[in-house]
């Protein structure tokens, strides 16, 4: 092979190369820029975007500003005002200290930097074209740093492929506001689009006032707070109870240190002191700031610092689970769900919302099941198959000839939902029911603008929502298949599955099973006869009924040999 010789990269491509590892979308660049305004201490911070930053996005703040001197420093590669010998590393208090998002920013995109440090008799703008310094001269501002990035990616096809809709980059660019501000409550943020403001949060005192403004009054009016002291360590954090869960980690903020994280290890951590309160494969919302001495944590393993390693984790994780043991949560009704989106209705917000019936609430008279079966007769039994009882609330027993099943009801109603969903979607929808009253429901602003930006598909579900101003959304319909549940807490949970996926189409299936979970009879309802015979009908003309969407068994069966075997008859 005709080898080349070896030689070292001009700083243009290796600015590119580093771009790659913290600059994927929009909203990297947004969260870099947010960081650096926060570190210079600014308390308001103005984000712009046009086309969901696919065009242009800026940040604005009110913090130190730069000189001339410090602001042409700042765009050089590893060049940083946070850290200056090894030793610093173990005491870092900024968001920042690695000197490379300016750089790596202005490699991808067209970028100008305006800047005033309040001193000099002016401001200084500098200029970028795919990092390379293009101009820099005297401008006018308040004190403060702006800086705005045009055409990202515009010359660097393979990542420009890569962004999403302008919907989708929008909800990235929020969510990425949401988690530093939790952070930092008394700094005032603001997202600013084509529509005109998408997102305000104003100063507020603490952390619960913050929640208020990120995930609705109701929500954070609910949390219990907890806090925790031992003079190293100080943990403070505010939880839903166990009735009000979520099917992922998207109300899940963890701070280290100031720090948004998502963190594996301290995730486990959590997860682990939630295990005995929460159920299983469930997740509370809950906003967890940890404080410890800075030289405890190592925040320099993760190019866009999103996880540290955190040295006496045991100690943090005896403590959670201490404090999350000691929790009472007051109007608690373990294992019933509590309707998250009941709220008191107020002037002006159109006709009150109702609570719907719960989960639990069994629908007697009008031809359905209480599982959420739609109106269709089903074929009889087999004549010689019958449900002999159900067991622990959770095993459906059933004589089929000579066999025994046991059929685990939560595993195989999961399976007849997420089939009808699947087969209503491939239908094209229109299997809808509408609520007799619309019901409102309250969201975080990135949910709302993915749960309207994914309307269409919602719609061939048959749900259908509609714009309402806010953190809310109104639920006009539902899934004919899923009438009879909690419709305001189903679409919580729908909003909490597309925050985490912005490639809905690949990942159709994925969700669908996870929404048929959701809506499915859980174990540990007992069901009347006629319940189970449906559902055992229904199981027996499901496709793939043998398992449900994430594969486990919806029956056992026991042949008369085993039954043999088992008494010592053979
Ligand atoms: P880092 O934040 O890791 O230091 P950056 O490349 O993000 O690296 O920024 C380089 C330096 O530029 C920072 O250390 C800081 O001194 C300065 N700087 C960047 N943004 C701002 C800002 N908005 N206000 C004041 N100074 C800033
Ligand atoms: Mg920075």
Redesign the pocket.
């Known amino acids: 092979m005709n080898r080349k010789p070896v030689v070292v990269l001009p700083d243009s491509l290796i600015n590119v190369i580093a771009a790659g590892e913290v600059i994927e979308r929009p909203a990297s660049v947004e969260k ?1 820029l947010l ?3 926060l ?2 201490g600014a308390d308001r911070i103005v984000v712009q975007l046009q086309d969901g930053g696919r065009r242009m996005i800026s940040v604005e ?1 009110n ?4 000189s001339e001197q ?1 602001a042409l420093m ?1 765009i050089e590669r590893h ?4 850290i200056a010998e090894q030793g610093d590393l173990n005491q870092i208090r900024t968001l ?8 790596s920013i202005a490699a991808v995109g067209r970028f100008v930097m305006e ?1 005033w440090d309040g001193s000099a008799p002016s401001g200084t703008r500098l200029v970028m074209d795919s990092g390379k310094l293009v101009k820099v001269e005297a401008c006018g501002r308040p004190r403060g ?1 702006s800086v705005n990035l045009r055409g990202i990616f515009s010359k660097i096809p393979a990542r420009r492929k890569f962004l999403k809709s302008r919907e989708t980059e929008i909800s990235w660019c929020l969510r990425a506001v949401e988690d530093l501000a939790f952070a930092y409550p008394e700094v005032h943020f603001e997202v600013h689009s084509e529509r005109g403001v998408v997102l305000s949060f104003p100063p507020v005192a603490g952390i619960r006032e913050r929640i208020a403004a990120v995930w609705g009054a109701e929500s954070a009016h609910r949390l219990a707070g907890l806090h925790w002291n031992d003079g190293d360590v100080e943990i403070t954090g505010f939880l839903s109870s166990p009735s009000e869960t979520y099917p992922r980690r998207s109300r899940h903020q963890v701070l280290v240190n100031g720090r948004p994280v998502r963190d594996p290890s301290l995730n486990r951590a959590i997860s682990s002191a939630l295990a005995n309160r929460y159920p299983p494969g469930r997740f509370p919302a809950l906003v967890l700031s940890v404080g410890l001495p800075p030289d405890k944590v190592d925040v320099n393993v993760h190019p866009s610092k999103r996880e540290v390693r955190i040295r006496d984790l045991q100690r943090i994780s005896a403590a959670l689970r201490e404090i999350i043991g000691s929790l009472s949560f007051t109007g608690q009704h373990p294992g019933k769900a509590v309707d998250p989106s009941a709220r008191v209705s107020g002037p002006d917000r159109g006709p009150a919302p109702v609570r719907s019936p719960s989960s639990g609430d069994l629908r007697a008279g009008d031809g359905t099941t209480a599982y959420g079966g739609a109106v269709d007769v089903g074929l009889p039994l087999k004549i010689d198959r019958r449900v002999l009882g159900q067991h622990l609330g959770t095993y459906i027993i059933v004589q089929d000839g000579e066999e025994l099943w046991l059929i685990d009801q939560h595993a195989a109603h999961e399976r007849v939902v997420y089939n009808r969903l699947m087969e209503l979607r491939e239908r094209g929808g229109g299997h809808s029911q509408k609520l007799l009253i619309p019901e409102l429901v309250e969201l975080s602003g990135s949910e709302v603008n993915n749960l309207l930006s994914k309307r269409k598909i919602l719609e061939s579900f048959g749900f259908e929502i509609e714009e309402f101003g806010g953190n809310e959304v109104r639920l006009l319909a539902v899934p004919a298949a899923v009438s009879g549940q909690n419709a305001g807490a189903l679409l919580k949970s729908v909003a909490a599955d597309l925050a985490e996926i912005p490639d809905l189409p690949d990942e159709i299936g994925l969700l669908i099973s996870r929404w048929a979970c959701k809506m499915s009879v859980t174990a540990g309802r007992s069901l009347s006869v006629a319940e189970m015979e449906r559902l055992v009908s229904d199981l027996n003309k499901a496709q793939a009924g043998y398992a449900c969407p994430h594969g486990r068994p919806t029956h056992a069966i026991i042949t008369p040999e085993e039954l043999e075997k088992l008494f010592d008859r053979r």
Request: aromatic letters at 4%; proline letters at 4%; hydrophobic letters at 25%.
């Open positions: 870099e960081e650096n305004s570190d210079a703040d913090g130190s500003g730069m410090d700042a060049a940083t005002s946070k920042g200290f690695r000197g490379e998002a300016l750089p800047t740093t």
